[in-house]
T-cell receptor, first 117, second 113 residues
Framework: GENVEQHPSTLSVQEGDSAVIKCTYS??????FPWYKQELGKRPQLIIDIRSNVGEKKDQRIAVTLNKTAKHFSLHITETQPEDSAVYFC????????????????FGKGTLLTVNP | NAGVTQTPKFQVLKTGQSMTLQCAQD?????MYWYRQDPGMGLRLIYYSASEGTTDKGEVPNGYNVSRLNKREFSLRLESAAPSQTSVYFC????????????FGSGTRLTVV
């Protein structure tokens, strides 16, 4: 099955700096790569996702890049703010039985991001 | 529009007791999932249901059973709870094709003593 490795496990940055979290995956059939943010005591929430036919996607201060050849993808957060402090999870998903994606996600172990004021 | 609703939010069981965690979604999603979250382990898939009428094992199914009661509801049962099942349990739902990722429930914090 799929195996997703995520690094680093903890990351501390100063407010205004950039943060980068990296993930690798093992299954070349994976074609959907979402990122989730989980605040303390809350549920994970989707912040951005990318599909295998796209190399990069941006949404305001957040961007994700994908290198299918190397089987890795990264989350980039620019101009970090204290409210960005949370645990971030990457995930990967193969095609579903019907040929679609967004199915049976395998998650990385998470990165605790702390943004210091 | 409540999204994904899980009950209960907290539960303490004694070793050997049984219980059922309930999950319901009102987004007309086809697929539903049960994950457990343990410190440093991320989210691990217990069971999933790709569509109404089907269920399959995930990464850590031992000690659990599931029922896809209808398109809205997907329950997780612990027949004989063990301390190793102390965890936070999340239910989630999604569209199989396209869509915007999983929608998670608020979680159930289970302690087995």
């Amino acid at each position: 099955g799929e195996n997703v490795e995520q690094h680093p496990s903890t990351l501390s940055v100063q407010e205004g700096d950039s943060a980068v979290i990296k993930c690798t995956y093992s299954d070349s059939a994976s074609n959907y790569f979402p990122w989730y943010k989980q605040e303390l005591g809350k549920r994970p929430q989707l912040i951005i996702d990318i599909r295998s036919n796209v190399g990069e996607k941006k949404d305001q201060r957040i961007a994700v890049t994908l290198n299918k050849t190397a089987k890795h993808f990264s989350l980039h957060i620019t101009e970090t703010q204290p409210e960005d402090s949370a645990v971030y999870f990457c995930a990967a998903s193969p095609s579903s039985v019907s040929g679609g994606s967004n199915y049976k996600l395998t998650f990385g172990k998470g990165t605790l991001l702390t943004v210091n004021p | 529009n409540a999204g994904v609703t899980q009950t209960p939010k907290f539960q303490v069981l004694k070793t050997g007791q049984s219980m059922t965690l309930q999950c319901a979604q009102d987004m007309n999603h086809n697929s539903m999932y049960w994950y457990r979250q343990d410190p440093g382990m991320g989210l691990r898939l217990i069971y999933y249901s790709a569509s109404e009428g089907t269920t399959d094992k995930g990464e850590v199914p031992n000690g659990y059973n599931v029922s896809r009661l209808n398109k809205r509801e997907f329950s997780l049962r612990l027949e004989s709870a063990a301390p190793s099942q102390t965890s936070v349990y999340f239910c989630a739902s999604s569209e199989v094709d396209g869509g915007r990722g999983y929608t998670f429930g608020s979680g159930t914090r289970l302690t087995v003593v």
